[in-house]
């Protein structure tokens, strides 16, 4: 099964700072989706990245996928309150069919005001 | 509304009682799988379905069952609940693998 790593594990920031998360693995991704997870509730796809230098926005959220598709990142600019949570790297590996879906352990968020 | 749904909510129960957990999706998903999430062990896949009548193990399948009968509907069963198997647990579906997963709201079990 491929490994994902994630960091930081925890990240304590206040309002208006800007962050940046990472997911990496030692083999190559095909595909890496990320999701963010709020307390008491199940994560939710925020977007998935394909090619290998890929860059795509979502409002204040950056995401980069490395040119030999083995590393993303994620970079959340002026952050607010609601960026609160826990973000979540996944990627379709093994199986007897490479039909499972690996996810990193996370990095917790928290966004102060 | 498209959604997973997932029953109970909470749970508590004792070591040795059977017990299933529901999941159902509404959106004609081919793909379903079930995860655990630990502290410090982020989400683990325990079984998955590529379609009705096929399903396949993910990363710690060991004291779980699962079913896939009807194409919306992916029960996880543990015939012999232990306290290691206390867990928050998701279900999710999608139309595959590297498509977008949709989570149900988990399961949060714990075995006494």
């Known amino acids: 099964t491929q490994l994902l790593e994630q960091s930081p594990q925890f990240l304590s920031i206040q309002e208006g700072e800007n962050l940046t998360v990472y997911c990496n693995s030692s083999?190559?991704?095909?595909?890496l989706q990320w999701y963010r997870q709020e307390p008491g509730e199940g994560p939710v796809l925020l977007v998935t990245?394909?090619?290998?230098?890929e860059v795509k926005k979502l409002k204040r959220l950056t995401f980069q996928f490395g040119d030999a598709r083995k590393d993303s990142s994620l970079h959340i600019t002026a952050a607010q309150p609601g960026d609160t949570g826990l973000y979540l790297c996944?990627?379709?590996?093994?199986?007897?069919?490479?039909?499972?879906?690996?996810f990193g352990e996370g990095t917790q968020l928290t966004v102060n005001p | 509304e498209a959604q997973v749904t997932q029953n109970p909510r909470y749970l508590i129960t004792v070591t040795g009682k059977k017990l299933t957990v529901t999941c159902s999706q509404n959106?004609?998903?081919?793909?379903m799988s079930w995860y655990r999430q630990d502290p410090g062990l982020g989400l683990r896949q325990i079984y998955y379905?590529?379609?009705?009548?096929?399903?396949d193990k993910g990363d710690v399948p060991e004291g779980y069952k699962v079913s896939r009968k009807e194409k919306r509907n992916f029960p996880l069963i543990l015939e012999s609940p232990s306290p290691n198997q206390t867990s928050l647990y998701f279900c999710?579906?999608?139309?595959?693998?590297?498509?977008?997963?949709?989570f149900g709201p988990g399961t949060r079990l714990t075995v006494l």
């Open positions: 959106m004609n998903h081919e793909y």
């Open positions: 996944a990627t379709p590996a093994g199986g007897t069919s490479g039909s499972r879906l690996t």
């Open positions: 379905s590529m379609n009705v009548e096929v399903t």
């Open positions: 083999s190559v991704f095909s595909s």
């Open positions: 990245v394909v090619t290998g230098g």
């Open positions: 999710a579906s999608s139309w595959g693998l590297a498509n977008e997963q949709f």
